[in-house]
């Protein structure tokens, strides 16, 4: 009895640190978006005008995927650009190699490419050296393809030392609303999970290895902007 209290302890515990982890980063990265605009706001010779939000009248969220590009990832494309759309696809270095148009038709049509390792490694799970080596050779090989690298990296699930972080010097991405579509594989759970949970500023992860989560993700951006919201990369949402 006293192991099975204290298993369900752990697991509460665990549960109520994750949930403010992701409060706190969607409240350090709103903080950011507010700065920033009102800087911008200070800089205008327009006399008389006030500091608010240039954002004020449109929300904002960013989608995001991982473990891509797939066979799915070009059906998303289109559909993302049917309705003016902007994501962010945090690409898997083998993945890349196999579908290095699909890369370059991320960049053309003006998503942000980030990186999710090579091998989608849990980084902390391997040497500092090693990890950094994925991360790296992922981004030679976006490089390759779109003529830059990237500066935006998402561990895969979500774990890297601060060593790495401080070694590798790049954006590290997480999430706010996450519909677990990767293990449910059901769209209307996926979509019902997202319309639920989002605000203002968030980011979402979904994953486009799935034909489901990519039905859902168009379905998700019908449904939000008919609420008022615009589809920005990561990059624009967190220096706007």
Request: proline content about 2%.
């Amino acid at each position: 009895m006293k192991n099975s209290y204290k298993k369900y302890l752990y697991i509460f515990l665990i549960a109520a640190l994750y949930i403010f982890t992701v409060q706190m980063n969607r409240m350090e990265r709103k903080d950011r978006v507010r700065e920033a605009a009102i800087n911008r706001s200070q800089d205008m010779e327009e006399e008389g005008k006030e500091e608010e939000s240039l954002f004020e009248d449109k929300k904002r969220v960013a989608l995001t995927f991982d473990d891509g590009p797939g066979e799915g990832t070009e059906g998303l494309l289109d559909g993302l650009k049917e309705r003016n759309a902007k994501a962010t696809f945090f690409v898997v270095g083998e993945k890349v190699e196999q579908y290095p148009d699909t890369i370059q038709r991320m960049k053309e049509e003006g998503h942000l490419i980030g990186n999710h390792t090579y091998t989608h490694v849990q980084m902390n799970t391997l040497s500092c050296e090693a990890a950094i080596a994925e991360v790296k050779k992922t981004s030679e090989l976006i490089e390759s393809i779109i003529g830059e690298g990237t500066g935006y990296l998402r561990p895969p699930y979500g774990e890297c030392t601060k060593q790495m972080k401080k070694e590798l010097d790049m954006f590290i991405v997480l999430w706010d609303v996450d519909p677990l579509d990767w293990s449910v594989q059901n769209e209307d759970a996926v979509v019902e999970k997202v319309l639920r949970d989002v605000e203002d500023g968030d980011i979402i992860l979904l994953h486009d290895i799935f034909d489901t989560s990519v039905r859902a993700a168009i379905r998700i951006v019908d449904a939000l902007q008919k609420e008022g919201y615009e589809f920005v990369t990561v990059e624009e949402l967190m220096f706007p």
